[in-house]
């Protein structure tokens, strides 16, 4: 990965002063040299002076906050960006709500073959039901339609959509009136994406980027594969970034590597490793992660995709050929499988050398004590969504439902990972939950089970630093000289520190302790707006009338 964003224009010198600059090199900084698109100096006030006559340019922050830009290290661009611009489920109410919403934009879109949407969620409607066929087929009036539940993990489809799937009444996870998963639902969205037109998926990817620029994300993980994506929609993502202004895209391709050939053709894909969402189970709302032991309101254990020795394969090959690895496991089954397949390739290969690959695990939400400490000795990053807690956590919560209050408690234990030296890095799963880097930071610090909960400094570093650590950079995501000059300008009420346990909070306001201030992320308090997002010293975005 290089340190770029394209289209390359002339790089100028710039001083920033007169803010608040958020950078461990100086706590009390409030001005900042930009050159040649890297941190060159952070300081005070006073020292800015010297600056000020050899710089092209000179910004006056007017009291605004600049931190380093953040990085969501889990999105799906493509999706994010149809969510973005068609039929979006997120809000509705009801289940009678949504089909009237799906009635709404098959009328309003007459000329797309396929109908897409995104994120009804059953669970939140009174009905507590998602809607049968025959419901989608007069609502969608006779039209294909493809409607993924929220975590994308099953859909719901309209009968004209399954006729584009000969056979697909044969696939594992057809069911003739309940939503599809596994491979039936590998099918039928794979016909839908295929509809897609080469200027409808462009519109798409330039949605989800400016989104992500607008809201001081400096840089994304793009999670795909063949079960999520394809090729061509995967290569021209990373096309588009490279040759447009906006955010990094860091590129990761989830399919099974065996060999140096395998990882060879990832290489050339343009992916960073054969990661991200490489499926060992699935998801708790679909009834689809793999647990041990059955789910509370369903007769049954979920579902696995793979065993500990596909995972102990497939991180030997990477591995071996200097690729870094990576699975998507949410159930506490999956997770151990993860653990022991991963100690196996260890085994085999060296425990130093499965630590240097850095290899990493999506969601990690069902972790036991043991798996934690397995995450801490191989060296995994735990690549998380504080979002998912949010919205489906608490006593009333998906969570519950799925698999009861006791166990729901246990999951996305942030403290205990951090506790255990595993490094996180913080995103959003975009579609599934939205791109909010500051909510996603409220959602660490204040955590629906209060002993998960982590400070909202280590939060802060889990979504900006840690992104940049699970690609194997640590000299990026602060505000330090030499780093790349990624970085997000606010305007925001006054810092605070906040932290889990009182006694430390008070301790880091006091002036020796010289921990930098952090925006109020109390539930309530308006979180800060972004004004100017810049990646490698480039303006990306710009908020209108600032």
């Given at each position: ?340 397949g991963i100690r196996a390739a260890a085994d085999t290969l060296g425990l130093a050398r499965v630590r240097a690959a850095r290899h990493r695990v999506e969601h990690a939400e069902m972790l036991t004590p043991e798996t934690i400490a397995a995450f801490a000795e191989f060296g995994l990053t735990a690549s998380v969504q504080p979002a998912f807690d949010a919205a489906w956590g ?36 975009s579609p599934v939950t939205p791109l909010d880097p500051w909510g996603t930071l409220r959602a660490a610090a204040f955590h629906r089970t209060p002993e998960h909960r982590i400070s909202a400094r280590a939060a802060f570093t889990a979504h900006t630093r840690g992104g940049w650590r699970a690609v194997g950079r640590d000299d990026a995501g602060v505000l330090v000289p030499g ?34 201030g952090l925006p109020d992320l109390t539930p309530g308090a308006e979180l800060p707006r972004c004004l100017r997002t810049v990646v490698f010293g480039q303006t990306v975005y710009e908020r209108p009338n600032e």
């Amino acid at each position: 990965m290089t340190d770029s964003t394209a289209p390359q224009a002339e790089h100028r010198t710039v001083l920033l002063r007169g803010g608040e600059v958020h950078s461990p090199a100086d706590p009390f900084a409030t001005a900042m040299v930009v050159e040649r698109g890297h941190i060159a100096w952070v300081g005070s006030e006073g020292a800015a002076d010297a600056f000020a006559a050899g710089v092209d340019d000179v910004i006056d922050l007017e009291g605004a906050l600049v931190t380093p830009a953040f990085t969501d290290a889990h999105v799906h661009t493509t999706a994010t960006g149809l969510a973005l611009t068609g039929l979006d489920l997120s809000g509705a109410r009801t289940l009678v709500e949504a089909l009237g919403l799906v009635r709404e934009h098959s009328a309003a879109q007459a000329a797309d073959k396929v109908l897409l949407g995104h994120g009804w969620d059953a669970t939140r409607w009174p009905e507590q039901r998602p809607p049968s066929r025959d419901e989608l087929d007069r609502a969608a009036g006779g039209r294909p339609l493809y409607l993924p539940r929220i975590d994308v993990h099953s859909a719901v489809v309209t009968t004209a959509l399954l006729d584009f799937v000969p056979g697909v009444s044969d696939l594992a996870g057809y069911h003739p009136d309940a939503p599809l998963t596994a491979a039936a639902h590998h099918a039928v969205r794979a016909a839908a994406h295929a509809a897609i037109t080469p200027a409808q998926r462009a519109a798409a990817q330039r949605a989800a980027l400016a989104r992500a620029a607008s809201l001081g994300i400096g840089t994304v993980h793009e999670c795909a594969g063949p079960d999520i994506s394809d090729e061509d929609d995967f290569t021209f993502l990373l096309e588009l970034a490279g040759a447009e202004p906006g955010p990094r895209v860091v590129g990761y391709w989830a399919e099974q590597v065996a060999n140096a050939k395998d990882a060879q053709r990832i290489r050339e894909l343009g992916a960073v490793g054969a990661a991200g969402d490489l499926f060992v189970d699935g998801s708790l709302g679909s009834h689809t992660a793999h647990l041990y032991a059955p789910y509370a309101d369903a007769p049954h254990t979920g579902a696995a995709h793979l065993d500990s020795a596909a995972v102990a394969a497939h991180v030997a090959a990477c591995t071996e050929a200097g690729l870094q690895a990576g699975f998507h496991a949410i159930g506490d089954a999956a997770l151990t499988a993860v653990t022991e397949g991963i100690r196996a390739a260890a085994d085999t290969l060296g425990l130093a050398r499965v630590r240097a690959a850095r290899h990493r695990v999506e969601h990690a939400e069902m972790l036991t004590p043991e798996t934690i400490a397995a995450f801490a000795e191989f060296g995994l990053t735990a690549s998380v969504q504080p979002a998912f807690d949010a919205a489906w956590g608490g006593s009333e919560g998906m969570y519950a439902q799925r698999l009861g209050a006791e166990r729901a408690r246990t999951l996305n234990p942030y403290a205990a990972l951090l506790r255990a030296g595993v490094p996180l890095a913080f995103g959003s799963d975009s579609p599934v939950t939205p791109l909010d880097p500051w909510g996603t930071l409220r959602a660490a610090a204040f955590h629906r089970t209060p002993e998960h909960r982590i400070s909202a400094r280590a939060a802060f570093t889990a979504h900006t630093r840690g992104g940049w650590r699970a690609v194997g950079r640590d000299d990026a995501g602060v505000l330090v000289p030499g780093a790349p000059a990624d970085y997000a300008v606010w305007r925001t009420e006054e810092l605070v520190v906040q932290a889990p346990d009182d006694r430390v909070a008070r301790w880091s306001t006091d002036p020796r302790s010289g921990t930098p201030g952090l925006p109020d992320l109390t539930p309530g308090a308006e979180l800060p707006r972004c004004l100017r997002t810049v990646v490698f010293g480039q303006t990306v975005y710009e908020r209108p009338n600032e």
